[in-house]
């Protein structure tokens, strides 16, 4: 995991029943359903296995508690390998970073009455902050996980389904 101020980058080991030249396409295409359905986003771009997307400011005033709200932009990419896959995903926070430090500029001035009333905004700012920042990554990775798993649950039923009629 790679982790700047303001971004943070991973990669989420897949581990999938369905066949590798099947599961990129099934994958990718849950994957922006969900995107699309439940984040406020703009410009989601997908080029087979890869999607990308940026949001509009202010977005979290509207949207409610959502997974990307804090996100600015993303980047995720599918890369297949002999164990499975790999989902490298990328997601920037640039627009909470700012938020923080006009935030944090607040303290200097004189509306706070004391130097203690003004730490301990400081410190209330930058916890939200990295607190916005680093939700995103374990909700994130539940949600891949979940969703392998739904896939997978929906690719046995499929070969059941197949297998039923094959013998009848």
Same mark, same amino acid.
């Given at each position: 995991?790679s982790?700047?101020?303001?971004?943070? #980058? $991973?990669?989420?080991?897949?581990?999938?029943?369905?066949?590798?030249?099947?599961?990129?396409?099934?994958?990718? $295409?849950?994957?922006?359903?969900?995107?699309? #359905?439940? &984040?406020?986003?703009?410009?989601?771009?997908?080029?087979?296995?890869?999607?990308s @997307?940026?949001?509009?400011?202010?977005?979290? &005033?509207? $949207?409610?508690?959502?997974? @990307?709200?804090?996100?600015?932009?993303a980047?995720?990419?599918?890369?297949?390998? *002999?164990?499975?896959?790999?989902?490298?995903?990328?997601? %920037?926070?640039?627009? +909470? @970073?700012?938020?923080?430090?006009?935030? *944090?500029l607040?303290?200097? +001035?004189?509306?706070?009455? *004391?130097a203690?009333?003004? &730490?301990?905004?400081? %410190?209330?700012?930058?916890?939200?902050?990295?607190?916005?920042?680093?939700?995103?990554?374990?909700?994130?990775?539940?949600?891949?996980?979940?969703?392998?798993?739904?896939?997978?649950?929906?690719?046995? #039923?499929?070969?059941?389904?197949?297998?039923?009629?094959?013998?009848?």
């Amino acid at each position: 995991m790679s982790f700047k101020i303001f971004a943070l #980058e $991973n990669e989420i080991k897949i581990h999938t029943i369905i066949p590798h030249d099947e599961f990129p396409e099934t994958f990718m $295409n849950e994957l922006e359903k969900f995107i699309r #359905e439940k &984040a406020y986003i703009n410009n989601v771009t997908r080029e087979e296995r890869k999607i990308s @997307f940026w949001a509009p400011p202010f977005r979290f &005033a509207w $949207n409610g508690w959502n997974l @990307f709200n804090p996100v600015t932009r993303a980047c995720m990419e599918l890369k297949e390998h *002999s164990y499975g896959f790999d989902l490298k995903y990328k997601f %920037v926070f640039m627009e +909470f @970073f700012v938020y923080a430090i006009l935030f *944090s500029l607040l303290a200097l +001035f004189p509306a706070l009455p *004391s130097a203690g009333w003004k &730490a301990g905004y400081l %410190v209330l700012v930058w916890i939200i902050y990295f607190f916005n920042i680093l939700w995103p990554k374990p909700r994130f990775e539940k949600y891949i996980e979940t969703t392998v798993e739904k896939l997978d649950t929906a690719y046995l #039923e499929k070969l059941k389904k197949l297998k039923g009629n094959a013998e009848g």
